[in-house]
């Protein structure tokens, strides 16, 4: 065989690898992932959808320009028009989910709900939902301070740290605390740090606070520490330049069902805005409708974390769930999910809105095709909605609530 049809024969076999890796990963865009290990591809594929669209393409042209045999160039052009059809399927999605997310902001905060924001604040914003260049450049963090092993408990003798970041100059700024997910069992606090720096960038103080890890650790022992971080952060205030009348929890998945707690419990410190990130709100009902499928095992999850089942443990899956503490004068709460989660379904964020609405400010937001966990890309398209209603409701909470 000649040099030259080596080479040929190479590069036809690398197209067809790259087609099939191009599909492969755009079919998560529908297909529920049955395992963990297959859930990343599930989180992953929806928020890289504009490079998947683009690698289809290039696959396409490159069959058509060189791919000599009628029967390779079929199955790639197959390959490809398939995961071109598939992610078009979201990107025509992207306008109308920004139009929906657009009318809920509205109707909970008013139609002149920005006109509320401070110029200055409104002005460090993200200028559209979504900016279909940041997928491939990547979000702007700007320069923060960022100071690391800060000990602020050590219940039953583990040490509890937390993260703090920090505007550039130095001021006094609103507090934003950070909750991470993890199952209640896994993470510390300097997991997904892009969207700590990006708001400490646009002038809040950022405290990414640690808890203990169930099994071990059962509830309330996760309770527990958010408060050990809340009163350690508002002793020492002034020392990391936070306006603790100004305070936000923010928190993603089991870290939004803590932040929830932690807001709504009748003894609960003032704060001003909540924001949920696809957290369990009602325990029992999750633990006896779990999802299908259910990549992490959810049953299996909720007996680490509270001990048992709701039958063993009627009344502790109650006080550990947050949809029960709903009351009036809430404080404003924020809402998102994913109508693929897998994990936290989002019929149980909308159960929560219901139930909050009528008597609290509440938004609820629902991305079509987003998984739990989307805003682990940071850029990704998911996340770049979230991102801008996110900051324009905890900008409108600190001035109105």
């Known amino acids: 065989m000649s040099s030259n049809k080596l080479f040929l024969s190479l590069g036809q076999v690398l197209i067809l690898i790259i087609s099939f890796i191009s599909l492969f990963l755009t079919s998560w865009l529908i297909i529920p992932a049955p395992t963990f290990f297959l859930l990343k591809f599930g989180v992953v594929a929806p928020e890289i959808c504009p490079w998947l669209f683009l690698s289809n393409i290039i696959t396409l042209g490159l069959a058509l320009l060189f791919i000599y045999s009628p029967q390779l160039k079929r199955i790639i052009c197959i390959f490809s028009l398939m995961g071109l059809l598939v992610c078009s399927w979201e990107l025509v999605r992207i306008i109308p989910?920004?139009?929906?997310?657009?009318?809920?902001?509205?109707?909970?905060?008013?139609a002149d709900y920005q006109q509320k924001i401070p110029v200055e604040v409104k002005a460090k914003m993200r200028k559209q939902p979504f900016i279909l260049t940041d997928i491939f450049r990547g979000i702007n963090l700007q320069e923060t301070r960022h100071l690391t092993n800060i000990n602020f408990a050590t219940p039953a003798g583990v040490?509890?740290?937390?993260?703090?970041?920090?505007?550039?100059k130095v001021g006094k700024y609103p507090a934003i605390v950070f909750i991470y997910g993890g199952a209640w069992q896994n993470g510390n606090s300097s997991v997904n740090p892009e969207f700590n720096r990006y708001m400490a960038a646009r002038?809040?103080?950022?405290?990414?606070?640690?808890?203990?890890h169930a099994p071990q650790y059962k509830f309330?022992?996760?309770?527990?520490?958010?408060r050990f971080a809340l009163n350690f952060i508002r002793d020492r205030a002034t020392?990391?330049?936070?306006?603790?009348?100004?305070?936000?929890?923010?928190?993603?998945?089991?870290?939004?069902?803590?932040?929830?707690?932690?807001?709504?419990?009748?003894?609960?410190?003032?704060?001003?805005?909540?924001?949920?990130?696809?957290?369990?709100?009602?325990?029992?009902?999750?633990?006896n409708e779990p999802p299908n499928p259910d990549p992490i095992n959810s049953?299996?999850?909720?007996?680490?974390?509270?001990?048992?089942?709701?039958?063993?443990?009627p009344i502790l899956y109650q006080t550990a769930s947050p949809i029960n503490y709903v009351k009036p004068n809430l404080p404003p709460t924020l809402l998102i999910y994913g109508s693929r989660d897998h994990v936290v379904e989002a019929r149980f964020g909308r159960q929560m809105?219901?139930?909050l609405r009528d008597q609290n400010t509440a938004v609820f937001l629902e991305i079509p095709w987003a998984e739990h966990s989307f805003d682990a890309i940071f850029n990704g398209v998911s996340n770049q909605l979230a991102l801008y209603y996110t900051e324009r409701f905890i900008a409108w909470a600190l001035v109105n609530s």
């Open 220 to 226: 309330p022992a996760q309770l527990d520490d958010v």
């Open 239 to 287: 020392e990391y330049e936070a306006d603790t009348d100004k305070m936000v929890l923010f928190g993603r998945s089991a870290g939004a069902h803590l932040a929830m707690l932690a807001a709504y419990e009748p003894d609960a410190p003032p704060i001003r805005a909540v924001v949920n990130y696809y957290g369990p709100v009602n325990l029992t009902q999750g633990y």
């Open 97 to 110: 989910t920004q139009m929906q997310m657009n009318t809920a902001m509205n109707q909970a905060l008013g």
């Open 203 to 212: 002038g809040y103080t950022v405290f990414a606070i640690d808890y203990r």
């Open 353 to 355: 809105y219901n139930k």
């Open 299 to 313: 049953r299996a999850v909720l007996q680490a974390f509270l001990g048992g089942s709701p039958q063993q443990f």
């Open 159 to 168: 040490p509890l740290n937390m993260e703090v970041y920090q505007p550039s």
